[in-house]
């Protein structure tokens, strides 16, 4: 087990409680945020090496999300940290009853390569926040990222002056098979982003050591597009989300669901946007990305076929370039929607009505997202409430990801458990319930002990009964 | 005593939660930033779906009921898996739950160890578990084929630390309490007692005493006492009496699963009695110097279900708790943390993972929605966001 002694030398630190207190935590934070602040120009090449990755969407996502999520725990640590007091019954008037957030311990984070310091910066911070001494594990794929990190990370976490050995944090590189001997390990908290199926193989990892897990995976996140509704500002909003990072994102709108009239007026609406944000020529536009890796470039040329190509559909191979690509009239059963599409690439399927819309959705496995445009809030509402998904916005792309007071994630193959905000720190806490009793007044625990009898019973029951309100008890 | 444990439990959880349904099934609005002043964003609570409840035979007709309120209350359509161990009530559940529930959502699956694993080969949205850490992990594997979010509330050996500074009568007739009801087979019994070696002997008159007050001079004719559940447990328990300094009990009749109250003294950390959750009315003692060295002994362990702690000094206790983890905690009695519905019941590392009773049930079951409902006009305020990008509106 080639991690052991790394896994143990954290869980050493992690029971001497140096990550427990306050102090502690916000100058973690804190060193997080001067990581931003000193690597910026370093993140925005190293992602754009790895993809392509625009700067603006760079700085965007990788910097000032982060950098949110970071004020937003800094801001509220304290309050988070506290006892939560709790009603009482009757009897336990004199005691305290309260919810204690406690570390979990040792924590893994795993993250994906698509926006590389963001899926592990964010959860980073929970867990520090909550108190954890914490394993990152960023990916391979994104590499000039990961070794980004691997170099730089240990400078700003649990500094000491021995730089090449951290007590509390650790950052872990490799592939598939170092991933697989780290999770041979015990962790008491993992946290995973990437693929359903490799979800199943965390969790299932995770089991062996009964080691709670929150994964946020993927899927089709759906869009629906009714017919009534404002064209021009949904081609745009559709067109960011989809072609963001190269629509290598989890919550991306993956496929367009909308009437045969609707995919026509759609169209030069889309064609529109598109040149709007990239102009006549995409590949030549510094706000496009290019795609990871030659195998997903690979992956993505195949699904081009599947319906027919409406807008864009060039590729160039050295460059890993797809252009901003729009599939009209494409069939279920067409390769563009077998699997999550994670690229340019918007498959659009004609449906006849909303109901049939619903339908489809239904008939698929729970999206991390689902989106509905209409200028009729009474279908965007229907569309809501007929479904199920992680989240959902209704009339926009991706910004309900941007709020931290609203929890992120998914639901059956999309994943389980949620962060952003005070989530990601409830993630990482145990809530464990405390009482503390008084010692004296014995005599008020006597009827619950044996012999038992009637007369016991009854105290009892009107002790601890809660009577369902509109019935009276006449004496 | 089964009404005021099975049934009582069950009353006690009902009445509030229809009261409070409503409110815990509104949608939650959120703070919004200021780019989603405009709009409308909250938090929906929604069934997750088809949730299966799998019980165990200590308390089988509450540990049934209350998961399957939350789930019923969360809107889903529910399994429940009945322990076969508690044959007669798995039984009187099948029989008695068609008869009041609707039969197309709500069903009972009855069986060993073979039909709960063919069951677990569907795919559920949400898997409740209550049993042991060996079983939960299996469940646990069973649940990642499909995904399947799981609440585990598994078990663990409960310690309980008496402190030299405590009312020794009282602490001692508290945990008598807890650790003989139901014949210990409790799975947040104290399992075990942790003291400094010069209270030994006072805390094991102080538990005679409180034995004879409850059951009677002759315990086994005593309608208050309970048996082991079979004769597999039956040898299970007695098995961990061996080579044991009993101090008090030890009497046991097989023809009737009886095992008298019993308690050991200077038991070794090391032997058989240490090493797993004992279940049974059979208490050891194990002797620490001091507070630091209860503490360490505990952390040494797997992190308990429950944690016990009996003092007069806040300080201490407060330590105790700040040093430790648990999934819960009572200090100055036993079991008491599990009756409050305000508070989340569950465990942590192999005790268990999740939580419910209260909210907490209805929360289990919930899948919490983020909603985001924005205007299709004011596209204005989205050009900021769109490219061509520069690092100027960056920095706006």
């Not at chain 1, 995770?206 to 509704?229: M, Q």
């Not at chain 2, 049934?64 to 044959?87: C, D, F, H, R, T």
């Not at chain 2, 073979?114 to 060996?134: C, K, M, N, V, W």
């Not at chain 2, 399947?148 to 602490?171: F, H, M, N, Q, R």
Request: include cysteine; hydrophobic fraction near 40%.
């Amino acid at each position: 087990n080639p991690y052991a002694g790394l896994v143990s030398h954290l869980r050493a630190s992690w029971l001497s409680g140096k990550t427990r207190p306050m102090e502690y935590r916000v100058a973690q934070l804190e060193a997080l945020g001067r990581f931003l602040d000193d690597k910026k120009q370093e993140i925005l090449e190293a992602t754009e090496l790895d993809m392509g990755k625009p700067s603006f969407e760079a700085f965007f996502s990788e910097i000032l999300l982060c950098k949110n999520e970071l004020n937003v725990t800094l801001n509220n640590l304290s309050h988070w940290m506290k006892d939560e007091y709790v009603d009482k019954n009757l009897v336990m008037q004199l005691d305290s009853a309260f919810i204690r957030k406690d570390p979990y311990g040792v924590v893994l984070i795993i993250a994906p390569w698509n926006y590389p310091i963001h899926l592990f910066l964010v959860p980073l911070i929970g867990a520090i926040a909550a108190g954890n001494c914490a394993i990152i594990k960023p990916s391979e794929i994104s590499k000039n990222t990961e070794r980004l990190v691997a170099e730089t990370l240990g400078c700003y976490l649990d500094r000491n002056f021995s730089v090449s050995l951290q007590d509390c944090f650790a950052v872990v590189t490799g592939g598939v098979p170092e991933t697989t001997r780290l999770l041979e390990n015990k962790f008491d908290y993992i946290f995973f982003t990437g693929s359903p199926p490799v979800g199943r193989i965390i969790m299932t990892a995770a089991a062996k050591h009964l080691t709670p897990v929150t994964l946020e995976l993927g899927g089709k996140n759906p869009c629906y597009v009714s017919d009534t509704c404002d064209v021009t500002n949904v081609a745009r909003r559709v067109a960011w989300g989809r072609f963001f990072n190269a629509g290598q994102t989890c919550i991306a709108p993956d496929y367009l669901l909308c009437t045969l009239e609707m995919q026509e007026k759609l169209m030069p609406a889309l064609r529109a946007a598109i040149t709007e944000f990239f102009g006549s020529n995409p590949r030549e536009s510094p706000d496009f990305g290019r795609i990871v890796s030659d195998k997903q470039f690979q992956r993505l040329r195949g699904l081009l076929g599947s319906g027919r190509v409406a807008i864009g559909g060039q590729t160039d191979e050295a460059e890993r370039y797809i252009a901003p690509t729009v599939l009209a009239d494409v069939l279920p059963s067409d390769p563009a929607m077998q699997e999550e599409v994670f690229g340019p690439i918007l498959p659009i399927v004609v449906i006849a009505n909303m109901d049939e819309a619903i339908d489809f959705i239904n008939a698929r496995p729970r999206p991390l997202a689902l989106y509905a445009f209409s200028c009729d809030s009474k279908i965007v509402n229907q569309v809501l409430e007929r479904t199920s998904s992680g989240g959902f916005c209704g009339n926009d792309t991706l910004m309900h990801f941007t709020l931290t007071s609203l929890p992120f994630g998914g639901i059956g193959n999309s994943g389980l458990g949620k962060y952003h905000g005070k989530f990601t720190f409830d993630t990482f806490s145990h809530h464990r319930a405390c009482l503390h009793r008084n010692m004296g007044l014995e005599t008020l625990n006597t009827p619950r002990y044996p012999p038992y009898t009637q007369q016991k019973l009854g105290l009892i029951t009107t002790t601890f009964e809660v009577k369902r309100r509109g019935t009276c008890t006449l004496l | 005593n089964a009404y005021s444990h099975e049934i009582l439990g069950v009353l006690k959880e009902l009445a509030p939660t229809m009261e409070k349904l409503p409110s815990w099934a509104a949608p939650q609005p959120v703070k919004k930033n200021l780019l989603t002043m405009r709009d409308e964003a909250y938090i929906g609570y929604e069934p997750l779906g088809v949730v299966l409840v799998i019980g165990a035979w200590n308390y089988p007709f509450v540990l049934v009921m209350q998961p399957l309120i939350g789930a019923i209350a969360a809107g889903n359509a529910v399994v429940v898996k009945p322990s076969e161990v508690s044959e007669n009530t798995s039984r009187l559940v099948a029989e008695l739950l068609p008869q009041y529930l609707d039969k197309d959502l709500y069903t009972v699956v009855t069986g060993g160890v073979p039909e709960t694993t063919e069951l677990l080969t569907q795919r559920f949205d949400h898997i409740l578990y209550t049993g042991s850490t060996a079983v939960g992990r299996i469940v646990m594997a069973a649940a990642a084929k499909h995904l399947t979010p799981v609440t585990l509330e598994l078990g663990g050996k409960s310690p309980c630390y008496i402190d030299k500074d405590c009312d020794l009568a009282v602490a001692c007739r508290r945990i008598t309490w807890g650790k003989y009801m139901n014949c210990g087979q409790t799975c947040i019994a104290p399992d075990y007692i942790l003291c400094d070696p010069s209270i030994q002997s006072k805390v094991v008159e102080n538990i005679k005493a409180t034995l004879k007050e409850f059951y009677g001079e002759d315990v086994k004719s005593s309608p208050d006492y309970g048996r082991i559940v079979n004769q597999r447990h039956f040898k299970r328990v007695l098995g961990l009496l061996e080579g044991q300094k009993i101090a008090y009990g030890g009497e046991t009749d097989e023809a009737s699963c009886f095992i008298a109250p019993t308690i050991l003294t200077d038991v070794s950390p090391e032997s058989k009695v240490m090493e797993e959750e004992i279940f049974g009315p059979v208490l050891p003692i194990v002797t620490v110097k001091s507070v630091e060295e209860a503490i360490e002994f505990i952390n040494l362990r797997e992190k308990p279900l429950a944690l016990y702690v009996f003092s007069n000094k806040k300080q201490l206790i407060r330590r105790v708790i700040a040093e430790t983890s648990s999934g819960g905690m009572t200090a100055n009695d036993v079991l008491m943390h599990s009756v409050l519905p305000e508070l989340p019941f569950g465990g942590v590392g192999h005790s268990g993972m999740g939580a419910y009773h209260g909210r907490f049930s209805f929360e289990t079951f919930s899948h919490r929605r983020a909603c985001l409902i924005k205007d299709l006009r004011w596209e204005v305020v989205n050009k900021l966001r769109y490219p061509p990008g520069s690092m100027e509106m960056m920095h706006l």
